[in-house]
């Protein structure tokens, strides 16, 4: 008798063994229909698996996230087979599920057209209307290698050598087209359905490493229907025209060139949001009890060694030589030997040497260390997307060094300023994960348990849902991930909070404890915003520039609509800025239509305009970006009221 648990706790039982397709029928045919794949104590399997021993047991619809997965790993699949009915002699190489679809690297000597696209979708369509069976074999390496060879499928033959000798190797038959692949895979390709869409093109070097071969890699979205696929492409459209960099360069905010790669040029008005941004996190966190610091650009290898990031980041760290002076008075200046000292990528071993300075006492904990920390990394040139990945970057950092004690009221009071902070941003409904141990890490598995259970209590103390994102964790320690979404729907991951045993121990941190010993402090890592960068690019896309009146760059513009009126505008520019409001002023001989017009265009929230009439009335017409209604007001009433809805939210 087999015992198979579900995941409502139930748990059937089967005399004999059976395979995924026949449990899911024995449960109700409506289900065997919708199934895609089935798991087995966690484990995704085909559904042909045969189940011959208790276990926990899911049967994966083509709804679910599991579900979709596996639909957008077949689609790369049926693409493959597609490209090489088409364009006989093309090579695939690896084909893997992305964050919403999917992309295959092909090798071929003629490079791919955009109207290529159209036509790959159409033999993807006949091959799903083919429904050609999909099916798993075994086959031994060398065996795999020799027939990958012979059909001239070198790159795929390549990735077998790599596979120790022994190991079987998993190959996928897709009708009479053949991949290697672990799986799972659908039933069929039928089952696939055709709700996809190649989305474009792009190169590659092979095994991601520049000095290989460049390959042509093609990329696809695939949805479990078509309503989904629809609302994906019109996410993508939007986000098309809210695209940061194309914003940056209409309002003049920031640009970024060939000369410094990964390094963002702000312009005067960009500059103006960054300030606002800061000043506001940095009035938040002042009223939360940090204390600001501030620590060197380059530090001594030694200290990234203690701390583990260089064995871990190496890489992706900015390295310089320093020479060492020499201690004999004879010899040069320098004496030739070099130590490494490397550009921070990150603040923690920094502030940990604060944190050594002098004798801490229990009393002084917990210290909260903020830091709007210039880092540096060294991203690959590929990597690199305007604000959104750069190489230097500043974090609203800090450093919560407490008890074991404090780690539940910390995380509690972090969780509730962070929610804060996205809610005057405009951001609401965040979502949390607690990211745990990764394969390769520091620290012992009972550290690791200590922390992962101190997070997880005081999560379910706050009563907030989340999600676990098994192996995700820091190297160091588990996370609490922040998620949220934009105007459009898109997930970010910004804020985070990490709790550290290990590198206080490693750095030889410590404080005197209530019974008069050493103690080694708790470290929790934790930004709101992330980088600055990223989070400037993300408001701009979600307000498509047209940001709330306390973090536009430029708050008003005062206008004419003759030069008779030009020293009422001077005037009422003086009192906007005496007011705290950032004002421009635009005199130039053009047509008030044509004003209003291009600072429309520039995303100004509020056009101050005056005629002869508002000069001899003292009043003044105001337009409001994405009104057509022009409202008239006395100028002293019109710039109060605008001077109240552009006090900070924090400050109102």
């Known amino acids: 008798m087999i015992k198979l648990k579900l995941p409502d706790g139930s748990v059937r ?18 289900l065997a229909k919708k199934a895609v794949a089935i798991k087995i104590d966690g484990q995704m399997k085909d559904l042909s698996t045969v189940i011959d021993r208790d276990a926990a047991v899911e049967i994966v619809t083509r709804e679910t996230p599991d579900g979709v997965d ?39 000597a003629e490079p791919f057209k955009a109207e290529d696209l159209e036509k790959i979708e159409q033999r993807m369509r006949e091959i799903v209307d083919r429904d050609e069976t999909i099916t798993r074999e075994v086959w031994d390496r060398d065996e795999a290698v020799a027939y990958f060879r012979k059909i001239g499928e070198h790159y795929k033959a390549e990735i077998i050598a790599s596979i120790p000798g022994g190991e079987p190797v998993s190959i996928y038959r897709q009708g009479n087209w053949l991949d290697l692949c672990r799986g799972p895979h659908l039933p069929s390709t039928g089952k696939l359905g055709k709700a996809f869409k190649l989305t474009k ?36 459209e939007e986000a098309e025209r809210r695209d940061h960099r194309k914003i940056g360069r209409e309002m003049d905010l920031f640009h970024l060139q060939e000369e410094a790669q990964g390094s963002v040029f702000w312009h005067p008005k960009g500059w103006r949001i960054w300030q606002a941004l800061e000043q506001y996190v940095r009035r938040r966190i002042d009223a939360a009890g940090y204390v600001e610091v501030r620590t060197p650009q380059l530090l001594d290898s030694k200290f990234w060694e203690q701390s583990g990031h260089w064995g871990k980041y190496r890489e992706n760290m900015f390295v310089v030589p320093d020479e060492v002076p020499s201690t004999d008075e004879d010899a040069p200046v320098l004496s030739g030997k070099a130590k490494l000292m490397a550009i921070k990528p990150m603040n923690c071993p920094a502030h940990i040497q604060i944190f050594k300075q002098g004798v801490k006492s229990y009393r002084d904990l917990p210290l909260r260390m903020a830091e709007f920390g210039c880092c540096h990394r060294n991203e690959p040139h590929g990597a690199l997307h305007g604000l959104m990945r750069v190489r230097q970057m500043t974090q609203d950092d800090a450093h919560i060094f407490c008890t074991e004690d404090q780690i539940k009221e910390e995380t509690e009071a972090f969780v509730a300023l962070l929610e804060s902070v996205y809610e005057d941003m405009g951001f609401t409904g965040t979502k949390l994960r607690l990211a745990t141990r990764p394969d390769v890490r520091a620290g012992t598995d009972e550290t690791w348990d200590k922390a992962e259970k101190a997070l997880e209590e005081a999560l379910r103390a706050l009563g907030k849902e989340f999600d676990f994102a098994p192996g995700e964790g820091a190297f160091y320690g ?15 991951q910004l804020g985070t909070l990490q709790l550290d045993f290990v590198l206080p121990e490693r750095l030889d941190a410590s404080y005197i404890g209530e019974d008069g010993n050493k103690h080694r402090p708790v470290m929790l890592h934790r930004a709101i915003l ?26 008003a513009v005062v206008t004419t609509i ?52 508002e000069a001899e009335e003292g009043t003044v017409s105001i337009r409001r970006l994405g009104s057509q209604q022009q409202q008239t007001m006395k100028l002293d009433e019109a710039i109060k009221a605008l001077a109240e809805e552009a006090t900070p939210p924090d400050l109102r």
Request: aromatic share 10%; hydrophobic share 40%; net charge negative.
């Open 530 to 555: 992330g980088s600055l960068e990223r989070f400037i690019g993300i408001l701009i896309e979600n307000y498509e520039g047209r940001f709330p009146l306390w973090l536009a760059p430029v708050q």
């Open 70 to 108: 596996l639909l957008r790993h077949d689609a790369s699949h049926v693409m493959a087979e597609a490209v090489q009915e088409l364009f006989p002699g093309t090579q695939v190489t690896i084909g893997p599920v992305i964050e919403n679809g999917f992309y295959y690297d092909f090798a071929r």
């Open 13 to 30: 039982e089967h005399e004999a063994p059976l395979d995924g397709l026949a449990f899911a029928e024995s449960i109700a045919k409506s």
């Open 201 to 236: 093109l792009a190169g590659a070097y092979w095994r991601g490493d520049s000095r290989n071969e460049m390959l042509q890699r093609i990329y696809g979205t695939c949805w479990a229907n078509d309503n989904d696929l629809k609302a994906y492409l019109t996410m993508v």
């Open 478 to 492: 588990p996370k609490l991930e922040f998620h949220l979404r934009d105007a459009i729907g898109r997930s970010w």
């Open 562 to 613: 003759t030069s008779d009126a030009d020293p009422y505008a001077e005037e009422m520019l003086q009192k906007l800025r005496d007011a705290g409001i950032r004002a421009e002023l635009d005199l130039r001989n053009e047509k008030i239509n044509y004003k209003v017009r291009e600072h429309s265009v520039a995303k100004v929230p509020a056009i101050f305009v005056a005629g002869k009439r």
